[in-house]
């Protein structure tokens, strides 16, 4: 389930890190400024290992990251070696194990990527007086399909609900697409429960 706070502090330690690495202020991180100083994330590998790495988090092809592509670093050490992401901050971790769970229990398909239908079966999954449904899943749709592909990815989904948090606990009533994150918590939260009460069902 998406625990609002859990997930800020792991976000937190994620732009600190941004904050280390980023030498001359700019809000972005280039090559250069990663593969020198990656050693202060604990991350000791070749240069190519880190080229790959910071191409994986480089999702615009911009050959910078920004602040919130930055998140993606973690992601791919936490996919790739087991030992390093043991190594991470817990507050990182367990973001990033809240973030995966909430994904998995959007894709019905198993496929690996979010698509309308379903984003709009997950947010059906409660009612808001006075808003429609359709109108919330698209815009969230429409924020989360950073490429405009049809379909979301793991990536656009983590950097989408990094936005909705921070956003949301930077400013009090801050929205991103027209859904709050926690109205968008809230109906993925009773998702996970309904799906638990039916695989209990199923077994007595």
Do not use: W
């Not at 496929?111 to 815009?139: F, H, I, M, W």
Request: one cysteine or more.
């Amino acid at each position: 389930m998406l625990v609002p706070r859990d997930m800020a502090a792991g976000f937190r330690k994620v732009r600190k890190y941004f904050d280390m690495l980023d030498l001359n202020g700019d809000r972005v991180i280039d090559m250069r400024e990663f593969t020198s100083q990656a050693h202060k994330l604990g991350l000791d590998m070749s240069l190519q290992d880190l080229t790959n790495v910071f191409d994986a988090a480089d999702i615009d092809h911009s050959t910078k990251i920004d602040v919130f592509e930055f998140v993606l670093v973690f992601v791919v050490v936490h996919l790739l070696s087991p030992e390093r992401a043991a190594a991470l901050p817990p507050e990182i971790r367990t973001t990033l194990e809240i973030v995966e769970d909430a994904f998995c229990c959007f894709d019905a398909s198993a496929d690996g990527y979010l698509e309308k239908e379903e984003v709009q079966t997950a947010l059906c999954t409660t009612n808001t007086p006075g808003r429609t449904t359709k109108a919330l899943s698209d815009k969230l749709f429409a924020q989360l399909d950073f490429d405009g592909s049809g379909g979301i990815s793991f990536k656009e989904f983590l950097i989408g609900l990094e936005k909705m948090v921070m956003e949301e606990f930077d400013d009090e009533d801050g929205e991103v697409g027209g859904i709050s994150f926690k109205e968008f918590s809230s109906r993925v939260q009773k998702m996970v429960m309904d799906q638990f009460d039916s695989e209990v069902g199923s077994h007595t």
